[in-house]
T-cell receptor, first 115, second 115 residues
Framework: EAGVAQSPRYKIIEKRQSVAFWCNPISGHATLYWYQQILGQGPKLLIQFQNNGVVDDSQLPKDRFSAERLKGVDSTLKIQPAKLEDSAVYLC?????????????FGPGTRLTVT | AQSVTQLGSHVSVSEGALVLLRCNYSSSVPPYLFWYVQYPNQGLQLLLKYTTGATLVKGINGFEAEFKKSETSFHLTKPSAHMSDAAEYFCAVSDQGTSYGKLTFGQGTILTVHP
């Protein structure tokens, strides 16, 4: 079974530029998550989709970040304009419901450096 | 609200020694608890999980963890460390409610294994 795919793996941009990340979840996984992992910290949830609807975006900086999940499959996360503090690894995960809990599978992440 | 505290951002052990990584959580509802491992430039891989039932759970690569409700702890152990265990480890919690598996992570513990 193919895992969660993310692209690009690395991206370097200057502040105030825009950037987009792409995620392809595991086939059949209805729930998709975007996490931000700043160096030295644990991942923090940015946004969560159930099929193509948003169920939690409480920690998404909506003035500069946006995300969508078309047709309940692939997802893109966009930052416009980027700030220095956005330098981080952006992890995408998708989950399968196993009984009463959700087992998340993570992609390799996109490392963003903002200069 | 949920939170996770991992005691010790860095743990160093000798090969063959006991590994003990500490995790304490806070949750207002019965939690689901997870340990993930992250190797350099890779995504997170699930080591083990506690959902219901037996409080001592076994995972991959010889790791195990015990859920202690009275101590709100879920410490990760391995009897004998191997060089390949060197990585960063994250403890995470989710609730059994309607959060669609949202994970709250600790800040991580970097495990170094010396020959």
């Amino acid at each position: 079974e193919a895992g969660v795919a993310q692209s690009p793996r690395y991206k370097i941009i200057e502040k105030r530029q825009s950037v987009a990340f792409w995620c392809n979840p595991i086939s059949g996984h209805a729930t998709l998550y975007w996490y931000q992992q700043i160096l030295g910290q644990g991942p923090k949830l940015l946004i969560q989709f159930q099929n193509n609807g948003v169920v939690d975006d409480s920690q998404l900086p909506k003035d500069r970040f946006s995300a969508e999940r078309l047709k309940g499959v692939d997802s893109t996360l966009k930052i416009q304009p980027a700030k220095l503090e956005d330098s981080a690894v952006y992890l995408c995960a998708s989950s399968l419901v196993r009984g009463s809990y959700y087992e998340q599978y993570f992609g390799p992440g996109t490392r963003l450096t903002v200069t | 609200a949920q939170s996770v505290t991992q005691l010790g951002s860095h743990v160093s052990v000798s090969e063959g020694a006991l590994v003990l990584l500490r995790c304490n959580y806070s949750s207002s509802v019965p939690p689901y608890l997870f340990w993930y491992v992250q190797y350099p430039n890779q995504g997170l891989q699930l080591l083990l999980k506690y959902t219901t039932g037996a409080t001592l759970v076994k995972g991959i690569n010889g790791f195990e963890a015990e859920f202690k409700k009275s101590e709100t702890s879920f410490h990760l152990t391995k009897p004998s460390a191997h060089m390949s265990d060197a990585a960063e480890y994250f403890c995470a919690v989710s609730d059994q409610g309607t959060s669609y598996g949202k994970l709250t992570f600790g800040q991580g513990t970097i495990l170094t294994v010396h020959p």
